[in-house]
Every structure is written in structure tokens, then in C-alpha cells.
């Protein structure tokens, strides 16, 4: 992803602008709001006379006709109120003067003026004498220091004549450490707002800045093309067991390198004979690292240093038995005794009365390796039959056949009562006519292999070997980043298996020994 993408802009914007808000949000909770702050309100300007001066119209019926004065008359509500966040005593008023504010009308004279308060606090009456300094004169209004508490307020209906309606009204004094400002209200009862012009502000903005980054992230592409496409024709051979995996890879890394011209091969016939495939392609080759991939159930044999190695996921395995065996658990010395040859009937280990097929994979089989050396300590002994039903060998203790793929160890077994194979643990789970195994108590796992609480043996490392070290813009390393490090990890898992570069497959992948 290039730096310079719409995405990267409108997610940078949108931190940016985060940090600051946060920052003047900061600011503003430690100085703004505890500040000690009076703030008025202009709840009600309308006239009261009818000298036509007025846009507002209205009807007058008693005193208002016959008394003088009444012709250019208006009334005004004015609201005084402790809107900061602390009390406000009378000597935190500063004005000149023994009143603490100052209300000017502009053009218009005050008649007269009554003051109202909340019923809780009635002990504001007490500050509004003409020794406090509450009186008028011309246009201009004198309010007494009147202690406030926070969040109290009073309220000042005035009589006033001549001059215009919705003339300005302009509330001043001083207070230490505070100021006197003008609140917006439309109504008498309209309730201050529960966010500044501000904080709205800059609510809105986030808002839009994550919905555009939103709305960038899901226009754009879904699955963009793999960091370094190469384009050419690059070949996956070695494990069966893989397969299922190595083909979603491969049709999905083609799809997002499509603009490339890439053509990814899977020939699987067991890991053995991928080695070796890979080995003759490195020998006839004369420009170094060939573009043929193996992938291995376990590690390659001794003797061959120009392969290079890369763990790819921890595979896990499983004994499969036919449904009619009837056992659920094995331990590892029965399972032994059975591939000696020693167990020919089920009924011996307390299962069905039916004799043991022993269905085992090719030498080419990574999968038979990993259980020769996991689970049995040893290698099998030879094949006696063909078709995995009829003894070939007379001699032999009991039958064994050997077949070259996964599917058809699964499909023999859940074919023949009295059948046992192996398999790679995902197919076998999908598999039916067959059960899997539990060995000694311990039940084939990812979750538990990954968590710690299983020490289930039948397990290895999916290793892929290139010979030599591919070049670095090659089709060869692009595609193994992409399958172990890459979107092809999210295959990898879904397949059943651990990918080595996961938090928890890194330190499996690490300590497992060959």
C-alpha cells in the first residue's frame, strides 16, 4: 500500500484532528469550565404599547390604554445565571461602583423592574436593596454583588419605554478570575445547550472524517495483490495432505496476481517423491534456485544441504477406524502391537469381533513417516495385500495394503470393517464410515495443540523447501511469503492446521525437533 493513498490521507487527517480536539478538550476541562463565569439571557423583549414601532402586534384592554407613558412601552426578561463551575461571592465582583453589574437598554428608559428567583433560593431577595446598590436610572440598570452558587441564577422583569424592540441589551461587570457573557436562549424556558458550539463542532468533524475513512476502506479493492506479484509459472509438489491447502493458495494467489500472468502448478505425490522432484529440478537447472516448491511432512532426509527450508504450519494427524470397530482410544502400545502384527482381531482390544486391515500409505507418504516416527518409533512392516482385503502373503499375521493418497486411506477404511489407517486430521474429520482415534486419552486438536493442553504425538511441521535460495524478486519467494506470512495463513488455518508465523505457531514451529 502506497503511502500516498486515500485511505492513509483520511486516517492521518482524522488522528490529527483526534489529537488536537483531545488536546483543546483538555485545555478547555482545566481552565474554561473552572473559571468563575456569569452568563445572561434575553428570555423575553416584547412591547407593550402600540405606537407602531414594533413589527409585533397586540391588544391592550385596561391600564395600558388610559396610563401615560404606555403608548412606547416594553418588557424584557432577563435571566442572570452562574453558568461556570464554581460559587461566585461578592467580592469576586470587580466593578467600580458598590453594584456588581451593569445592564444598558441603548434608546429605551427603565420604568421599573421586579426580580424573581427560584423558591430554593430565596436568600437571593436579600441582595437587591437600593444600599446594595439595586436601582435604575435612564437606560442603565445597577444589579447589587449578588452571591451565586453554581448552577443558581435570578431573574429580572423590566418596564421599560421608548426606543425599539430587540434593541441591543448589553450585560457588563467584572469578576476575579471570570468573565460576564451573553448566553443565546429563544424561549423563557429553552434550556442551555449540553454541548458548546465547539464540542459540536468537532464532534461533526470526527464523525465525518471516520465515516469518509470508512467509506474509503470499503470502495477499495478487497483483496489487493500480494507485495511483490512475479509473474512466470512456478510448480507445488511433495505432501498429499497438503493438497487441499496448496490448491486454494495457488487459485487464490493467481486471482490477485492476475495483472502478472502467474500460473501456480500443484502435482502432489507424497513428500518423498517431491524431494526428489524438486532435487532433479535443482540438478538440471543452470540458473540456480528452478521454480518447484516441495512441501514435506516433517523434515527432508540427511544428505541433501542445497535444500533451504521454510516452516510453513503444525500439522496435526489422526488413527481413522471403520465405524463398526467400536473403540474411541487407543494407547501408543496397542497401536504398536497392532502394526507388528501381534493384534489380528479387534476383539483382542475389546472392539467388534472383526479382524484387522491395516491400511497404510506408499514410502513416498509424508504423512506414514511422521507416524513411524511419532507414534510407532519404527518403521511398518511389508505389505501383504493388494487390495486391502485379501491376504497375499499367507504368511503374514495380518493384512496390510498401501495406497498412494490420502482420500484413498479414507475412503478404504470407511470401505472395509475392521480397517485402520491414517490421515491428515481436517480430511479425516470430514470423512464418513470412519471415526477418529484418540491416543492415549488425547484427542487429535489444533485448539488444544495451540493452547498448550495437549500432548496428542501425532503431529509436525509442514516445511517447504526450495532448492537454494530463490532470488528475492522471484515468483518462488513471493509465493512462499505469501503462504506463510501472507493471506495464504488465513487458508493455512482454515484447513486445520497452525500457521508458524501465528504468535503461538512461532514458538511450536520453533522448539518442535525433527
Known sequence: MEWLSAENLVAVATAILGIVASAVMVWYERRVPRRKRIGYRVQLDTPIGDDGQSRRTNRRVGWFTTETGMTHASMVLLRIENDGSQSIT???????????????????????????????TSHI????????????????????RVPLNRGAYYKLLVLLSGGRVGDDIQVSGDLKD??????RS??????????????????????????????????????????????????????????PVLDEVADKYERECADDEVDVRVRTHGSTAGIRTLVTAGTESDRGSPPVVALSDGPKPSGLPKLRENRVAVSVFALVVNEKVGLRNLSTADVRRLYRGEITNWSELGGADLPVHLVSRDANSGTRQVFQRRVLGRGETAHSSVDCVHKDDPTAPVIRCELNSTDLVL?????????????????AARAKGVRLLDLDGETASVDAIEDGTSAYP?????????????????????????????????????????????????????RTAP
Not at 463542532?201 to 512475479?230: F, K, R, Y
Request: proline share 6%.
Open 186 to 243: 429563544a424561549t423563557p424556558d429553552e434550556k442551555a445547550p449540553l454541548f458548546s458550539r465547539a464540542a459540536r463542532l468537532i464532534t461533526i468533524t470526527l464523525t465525518l472524517c471516520v465515516v469518509a475513512l470508512a467509506v474509503v476502506v470499503v470502495a477499495q479493492d478487497d483483496d489487493p495483490a500480494p507485495m511483490g506479484c512475479e509473474g512466470g509459472t512456478l510448480t507445488l509438489t511433495g505432501s498429499t495432505a497438503f493438497k
Open 458 to 510: 501425532y503431529r509436525e511441521i509442514e516445511y517447504a523447501y526450495t532448492y537454494g535460495q530463490p532470488p528475492a524478486d522471484s515468483l518462488v519467494s513471493s509465493f512462499l511469503t505469501y503462504l506463510s506470512r501472507g493471506n495464504g495463513q488465513d487458508v493455512v488455518r482454515t484447513h486445520g492446521h497452525l500457521p508458524c508465523w501465528s504468535p503461538k505457531g512461532l514458538e511450536l514451529c520453533a
Open 178 to 183: 471570570g468573565d460576564v457573557h451573553r448566553n
Open 411 to 427: 475412503d478404504t477404511v470407511a470401505g472395509i470393517p475392521g480397517a485402520i489407517g491414517y490421515s491428515e486430521h481436517n480430511r
Open 125 to 144: 431577595l436579600d441582595n437587591f436593596t437600593e444600599r446594595l446598590g439595586f436601582g435604575y436610572q435612564g437606560s442603565t440598570l445597577s444589579i447589587p
Open 90 to 120: 461578592r467580592d469576586d465582583y470587580e466593578s467600580p461602583g458598590i453594584h456588581g453589574l451593569t445592564v444598558e437598554f441603548g434608546r429605551r428608559t427603565v420604568l421599573g423592574v421586579a426580580v424573581t428567583q427560584p423558591s430554593e
